[in-house]
């Protein structure tokens, strides 16, 4: 079984930044892929961004291309996302996932442990 555990978040201005982690925990982290995925209020999730075992295949959602980096650091059995340019309409729930799929993995039933959320809050 995996634990995931979440922090970072926050309220934040437009045009700023912010970094999320995701710590796990219970499972080698080095075999999992780590995806992150959002709830707008009032809307269904999406996803965000995913990053493999090994870190060589990162994917993101094109709203977030080019402003959000995801990463891993294994030796912390940590992933990050860090945002940068936040605007308004990135205000969300932030959740971390893990599987231990080797494919790219986009799509929440693909994803077999999830993270508790944390609030993304962007102000205009």
């Known amino acids: 079984q995996v634990q995931l555990v979440q922090s970072g978040g926050g309220l934040v201005q437009a045009g700023g930044s912010l970094r999320l982690s995701c710590a796990a925990s219970?499972?080698?982290?080095?075999?999992?892929?780590v995806g992150w995925f959002r709830q707008p209020p009032g809307k269904e999730r999406e996803f965000v961004a995913t990053?493999?075992?090994?870190?060589?295949?990162?994917y993101y959602a094109e709203s977030v291309k080019d402003r959000f980096t995801i990463s891993r650091e294994d030796a912390k059995n940590t992933a990050y996302l860090q945002m940068d340019s936040l605007k308004p309409e990135d205000t969300a729930l932030y959740y971390c996932a893990a599987t231990r799929l080797t494919r790219r993995v986009q799509y929440e039933y693909e994803y077999e442990y999830w993270g508790q959320g944390t609030q993304v809050t962007v102000s205009s």
């Open positions: 219970g499972s080698p982290f080095s075999t999992l892929a």
């Open positions: 990053i493999n075992w090994n870190g060589n295949n990162i």
